[in-house]
Nanobody, 122 residues
Framework: QVQLVESGGGLVQAGGSLRLSCAAS????????MGWYRQAPGKQRELVAN????????NYADSVKGRFTISRDNAKNTVYLQLNSLKPEDTAAYYCYVDALLTPVSGTNRYWGQGTQVTVSS
């Protein structure tokens, strides 16, 4: 099994910054992609950012481009999300995920973190 442990959420004033971390552990053979979704009350979960390992590519939601930065430490199986210039509309529960293979011949499965709350006050 794969476990994801998130940290770094909290309460911050508009214009402030936070850094989220998500560490994956378990019998992981390889990770193809890591990323973050968020879900605000009454809204659908949306992709915030992800990073594709083999392609070396990052993707961002239009609403966070230029403010959020995703990065990963392959040696630690950890993904980070730096949140700058936060706005009240960024308030949500943030969930990390990994697309991982447990063996060289297994399919890729998606695993989720437990979520961390980010609250931005105006």
């Amino acid at each position: 099994q794969v476990q994801l442990v998130e940290s770094g959420g909290g309460l911050v004033q508009a214009g402030g910054s936070l850094r989220l971390s998500c560490a994956a552990s378990g019998r992981i053979f390889s990770i193809n992609a890591m990323g973050w979704y968020r879900q605000a009350p009454g809204k659908q979960r949306e992709l915030v950012a992800n990073i594709i390992k083999n392609a070396g590519r990052t993707n961002y939601a239009d609403s966070v481009k230029g403010r959020f930065t995703i990065s990963r430490d392959n040696a630690k199986n950890t993904v980070y999300l730096q949140l700058n210039s936060l706005k009240p509309e960024d308030t949500a529960a943030y969930y990390c995920y990994v697309d991982a293979l447990l063996t060289p011949v297994s399919g890729t499965n998606r695993y989720w973190g437990q979520g961390t709350q980010v609250t931005v006050s105006s």
